[in-house]
């Protein structure tokens, strides 16, 4: 009977997780659905409100490692609330902003919370998991993103297509501050790594190995936001769907991330999280590459949608845990720069992607820029594969 509430406990607290992943999926993926109305609103061009997405990730790259930095000595769940509660006000504070600039300064501030957000949530699942099972509960968090993108980012997107855009982000703050609650209500107090010093926690940074891991996420994720950041323009103008459209294909899109979540969980509790990563990557190029030659036709658009947001999403888990277990003694601090480095590859694919766009290569032409992106990453996974056999031989001679 105890282990069955214990288990019932376990669930309850990943889903309150969850929710805090629902409400930063769609305070990050929200943008690339009402894109267009945003920039119709403002009266500036889809690349100018392009920088409403890498602000964002910018945000996220620099609030992850200081908030971490700052917040880490306190209980985990104190900090997870204070964060949903940042993520409540500056999304309430994005609705209301009058001007294009102010609008860049909501976005920067909201993103800060994010990192921190899912880089300690992380090392909370895993410790909630059995052994074993870790992916696989921090697959059931970052679940809350493929949930966002299934319901509320088209819910969003219908929202800013016939009524405002504006209203979304309220809708954002409303399940921000639902989350909040639910973690104050359900989460385990699990105690604080107050006995690590922040400046101990950087000496983690000193391996080479992880410098290569934050390279492949920073620059591989780069193929999934250089795709998902234009996908409404290159839906309406290159497949010609109607915009009143763009709600079922982000369905579509955030259905194949949730499959794609969890079979990445699985893929790096069965096989090695490096592995993983590295094969997800290789089919993400060949992806990318065929969204380009192929989406002028519907279907064909349709099924790359659901495909590409699988494989993007697939890796999260993976890389994860492959940071978390590089960085013994340093966990929360490396997870969230994972995070930090995952919005780098966010800004590179929003800002890089919308470079060719801007030089009137068209709307397909930011899918080459992401399947340049994600073949360095793999190119890296081959690299610390390498390192890791190099590593392993030693160890073996000298034993």
Request: proline share 4%; aromatic share 8%; with cysteine.
């Amino acid at each position: 009977m105890k282990l069955l509430k214990l288990i019932s406990n376990t669930k309850t607290s990943l889903i309150t997780l969850c929710l805090g992943g629902i409400a930063l999926g769609m305070t990050e993926f929200m943008m690339m659905g009402v894109l267009p109305d945003v920039a119709k609103s403002l009266a500036i061009s889809i690349p100018a409100a392009g920088n409403l997405i890498a602000i964002y990730a910018l945000g996220v790259i620099v609030g992850a490692p200081v908030m971490v930095g700052v917040l880490g000595k306190y209980p985990p769940k104190k900090v997870l609330i204070g964060l949903m509660i940042t993520v409540a006000s500056g999304n309430i504070l994005f609705s209301i902003a009058p001007t294009y600039g102010l609008l860049l300064v909501a976005r920067f501030l909201v993103g800060l919370p994010h990192g921190a957000f899912f880089g300690i949530g992380a090392v909370v699942a895993a410790k909630l998991a059995d052994p074993g099972s870790e992916a696989k509960s921090v697959s059931v968090m970052f679940a809350g993103l493929t949930i966002a993108n299934i319901i509320g980012v088209p819910l969003g997107t219908f929202i800013g297509h016939n009524f405002n855009w504006r209203i979304s982000f309220v809708v954002i703050s409303a399940i921000a501050l639902i989350t909040a609650a639910s973690i104050k209500r359900w989460l385990p107090a699990l105690p604080s790594q107050s006995e690590v010093k922040f400046s101990d926690s950087l000496k983690v940074f000193k391996k080479a190995d992880l410098w290569i891991i934050i390279g492949i996420s920073a620059i591989g994720t780069g193929g999934l936001f250089a795709w998902i950041s234009y996908i409404a323009p290159l839906m309406t103008e290159v497949a010609h769907f109607n915009s009143n459209l763009m709600t079922p294909i982000m369905v579509v899109a955030g259905l194949g991330m949730a499959v794609g979540n969890f079979t990445g969980g699985r893929l790096a509790d069965r096989f090695s999280p490096l592995k993983t990563t590295a094969y997800l990557l290789l089919v993400m190029i060949i992806t990318l590459i065929l969204v380009a030659l192929l989406s002028q036709f519907k279907i064909a658009a349709l099924l790359l949608t659901f495909v590409t947001g699988g494989l993007a999403f697939a890796v999260i888990a993976p890389m994860q845990m492959l940071m978390i277990g590089a960085a013994k003694g340093a966990e929360m601090l490396a997870s969230s720069a994972m995070q930090a480095s995952a919005n780098t590859g966010n800004a590179l694919g929003a800002f890089l992607g919308g470079l060719p766009i801007a030089a009137g290569l068209g709307y397909t032409s930011p899918e080459y820029v992401g399947a340049s992106l994600a073949f360095v990453g793999f190119l890296l996974c081959l690299l610390l594969t390498w390192k890791f056999n190099a590593q392993a031989k030693i160890k073996t001679a000298i034993a």
